[in-house]
């Protein structure tokens, strides 16, 4: 019985409609994607703004350091250039790290938007065969 109301359901509203509204939510669905993004790009681009003046507050941070130091000691100044070499060392780890997760993530978007499209053209070429198939059916009952 529901077998029959479903083919009722279906012959009444046609399979265009519902494939039209599958091709629809996939297309929200890349413009969903095409947000996410437009939202990497800005966090990309203030990630690196951010490593950049983390890297400025580093150098004015031993600029300051060696100016209140007086006299300078050979000791001290290896100390100090160790300890900014290994500041230096970890912001460029924290930043590679920052840039390899960002370019996972646009790998992903770009595979996922592929994956839509191709669901997409599939759905296009359902719509097509079932356009196909009905023009005939009309044409042979004519």
């Known amino acids: 019985m529901r077998w029959m109301i479903l083919l009722l359901l279906l012959a009444l509203t046609g399979c265009a409609s519902y494939q039209q509204v599958q091709l629809d939510l996939l297309q929200q669905a890349r413009n969903g994607l095409a947000s996410c993004e437009q939202s990497r790009l800005e966090h990309r681009a203030v990630a690196d703004e951010l490593n950049s003046l983390r890297r400025k507050q580093l150098d004015e941070a031993f600029d300051e350091d060696v100016r209140a130091h007086n006299p300078l000691s050979a000791d001290w ?3 100090h250039r160790r300890a900014y070499a290994a500041g230096l060392l970890a912001m460029e780890a924290a930043h590679a790290a920052t840039v390899t997760a960002d370019e996972t993530l646009s790998r992903n978007i770009k595979a996922i938007d592929a994956a839509l ?3 997409q053209w599939l759905i296009s070429v359902q719509m097509q065969f079932l356009q196909f198939q009905f023009k005939g059916a009309d044409h042979d009952s004519n």
């Open 77 to 79: 100044v290896i100390e």
């Open 117 to 119: 499209q191709r669901a």
